[in-house]
């Protein structure tokens, strides 16, 4: 006699250890791509210019970010992101460079700390139906160190990494950056509204990269997290 098929509830085993095996080699691929796309280089000439503008590349760890000066030739920050912007009786006077940095709309604001982070935050901002926000925080000027690498810019590459940020920003039908009241993580920074869908694909790193890219300065493939941004400019 022919043997029966399996009972539903006797396949639902196999099929959950089939996407548990599915799922780890997702993420394997995801890692080697990183990896190898990380350490292949884009504006592989590239070198500081001789004179120019200082900016630098940042990162807590996790997440890069850009620093570059409030006013700089051809571009005064305080423009697009009103200094009148952070919590009242923030002392801006004497810091003068903004730090900028793209990412998800619900992981910047509503993650504060890593404790408020939830597996249904992650995976939400994981999806590619997260929006993205800009949070500019205004600083000292940067000190070189392992997380913290200056970046010497030619005018006109300065201009295009300028370009670059400046097409992330969401505006009004004034041209005014939609800036979002009532978000802060201190006192000297401030949240606007930008263009663009956080995904695997486009993290806040990859951003970064992008911005890089554009502005001719050498940088990684694809990098998705933050440590091939450094690799690509380590002795440079």
Known sequence: ????????????????????????????????????????????????????????????????????????????WDETFSPRHPRTGANLDKLPYVGIGWGSRSFYLETRNWSDLTPGKALYALSGLDGAVLHVEYLPTPREGAATRRLLLAPEQYRRLTDFIQAAVARDAAGQALWMPGYHYHDQDAFYLANGRYSPLTTCNQWVRDALAASGARTAWWSPFDRALFWQLKDR
């Open 1 to 76: 006699m022919p043997s029966r098929p399996p009972r539903p509830a006797a396949r639902l085993p196999r099929l959950l250890s089939r996407a548990a095996l599915g799922l780890l080699a997702l993420i394997a691929l995801y890692l080697l791509a990183a990896l190898t796309l990380g350490l292949l280089p884009v504006n592989r000439d590239w070198r500081p210019a001789e004179s120019g503008i200082p900016v630098y590349l940042d990162s807590n760890g996790v997440h890069a970010g850009l620093l570059l000066p409030r006013r700089a030739p051809g571009m005064d």
